[in-house]
């Protein structure tokens, strides 16, 4: 597919093209009109896209009839043809999101509106590749026997897992801690059993587009969301001017690894003094003597955190300080619109931690007014890998600028 990319910089937020060619692009830009903005008229999405009358009828004709938008009732005028509003139909398209830890394979079944229409839960123990491939197929099958609705409507399967890029775009994204998954091609096998698109994203860059399309970031052109992951790790996705981010070697956001301590605590990377080894979760469980988080469930692992408030206390003490520098940091450098706070972490260390963030350090302009916060914590909660894994095909369908997701490599 040729992705037609706008070089200019428009004075609208999204903006169409009037070239045939970018059909498909027109198609996502009425879709992100729409989508952020509610139900709009003919007249209303041809001024905000910048697209001809012609144009946006033509693709508002598709879309309805490919069941992706939906008309309201007309509003009624004095004087002329009443006005349609056109919204987006939550049920015109629909995504699978998986997820894969240690002990548990998750997938959910999610409308075009994000809510969560089936959810399959198994029980898996280190799953190897092969293992867990055949695990997922089957909830990926079956996700599709739980709800009733239009096969012809599933966009696709995504799927978030922690990790890291190798070179050459080969992904080796992996269940944190699982042997065997180096270099494995998740995305081409998972592709090859369930027969339908496949894209595979590192959870961090996932939750990011999770909360662009259904949470707190809806609407918002610049953010970070900075991912603490529950099995331990941090990283950043960052939504930057309408794009994701992903860097040269699509390693972005590795923010984990950021010196917050000159000759502080040794790091797994080799490195003394990072990030990492401060805020992270597997720090947490350190700090309050437990050591099987892994084999628990989120209940029962609340349930030891808060058993633990002293050791708790004493992780957000040497915690909080380098996480405002991060913030400090990721401010300074990309200038975001707000930065979100979420991951796959208890959800009690989040609010604990993020109860203790204020005062954050100086913002570059004190006396700006901000119309949004500087931090915001995510919607999803501990739900926001496996929301954003189903968010994955749902924005490459419908995303003006969708072109850097990563794609199966085989
Ligand atoms: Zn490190």
């Known amino acids: 597919m040729v992705i037609f990319e706008l070089h200019k910089d428009t004075m609208k937020a999204i903006s169409g093209t009037n070239l045939e060619q970018a059909k498909s692009h027109n198609r996502r830009v009425v879709i992100e009109a729409i989508r952020t903005n509610g139900p709009l008229s003919r007249a209303a999405i041809a001024r905000m896209t910048a697209l001809t009358a012609q144009t946006v009828s033509n ?33 015109g398209a629909y995504s699978i ?47 599709q026997q739980a709800f009733a609705f239009d096969r012809d409507r599933l966009l696709g399967v995504g799927m978030a897992l922690p990790g890291r890029y190798a070179d050459g775009g080969v992904t080796s994204l992996s269940p944190q801690n699982l042997p065997g998954w ?46 603490l992951a529950g099995g331990g790790g941090i990283g950043a996705g960052m939504f930057l001017d309408g794009h994701l981010y992903k860097g040269s070697r699509h390693n972005a956001g590795e923010i984990g690894h950021i010196i917050v301590e000159p000759h502080g605590r040794l790091c797994g990377c080799g490195k003394r003094g990072c990030l990492d080894r401060y805020i992270s979760a597997t720090v947490a469980y350190e700090f309050m003597g437990i050591e099987n988080a892994r084999e628990l469930s989120p209940e029962d692992l609340d349930t030891h955190i808060a058993m633990n408030g002293e050791g708790l206390n004493a992780w957000l003490d040497q915690a909080v300080q380098p ?3 991060t913030i400090d940091f990721l401010e300074l450098a990309f200038d975001p619109q707000t930065i979100v706070l979420g991951g796959t972490i208890s959800s009690l260390l989040m609010r604990r931690l993020a109860e203790r963030l204020e005062p954050l350090h100086l913002p570059i302009d004190p006396t700006e007014e901000r119309s949004v916060p500087r931090v915001m914590i995510g919607a999803t909660g501990r739900d926001t890998a496996i929301l954003g894994a189903a968010a994955l095909p749902i924005f490459s369908e419908t995303n003006p600028r969708f072109d850097v997701l990563q794609k199966p490599v085989g």
């Not at 938008?69 to 987006?88: D, E, T, W």
């Open 59 to 91: 693709i508002v004709e598709e879309l309805q009839r490919s069941h992706l938008l939906v008309p309201a009732k007309a509003q009624k005028l004095a004087r002329g043809q009443p006005i349609i509003p056109y919204s987006i139909n939550p049920h």
């Open 323 to 325: 996480l405002r520098q």
């Open 97 to 143: 999101g998986l997820e894969l830890g240690p002990r548990r394979a998750s997938g959910v079944l999610t409308d075009l509106s994000g809510a969560v229409c089936a959810r399959i839960e198994r029980h898996v123990e280190y799953p190897d590749p092969e293992r867990a491939m055949s695990v997922l197929g089957a909830i990926v099958e079956d996700l």
């Open 182 to 227: 180096q270099d494995f091609p998740v995305g081409y096998e998972l592709e090859r059993r369930v027969k339908v698109p496949v894209l595979v994203e590192n959870d961090a860059t996932a939750a990011a587009i999770g909360e662009r399309l259904h949470g707190v970031a809806r609407g918002f052109g610049s953010f970070v969301y900075l991912f």
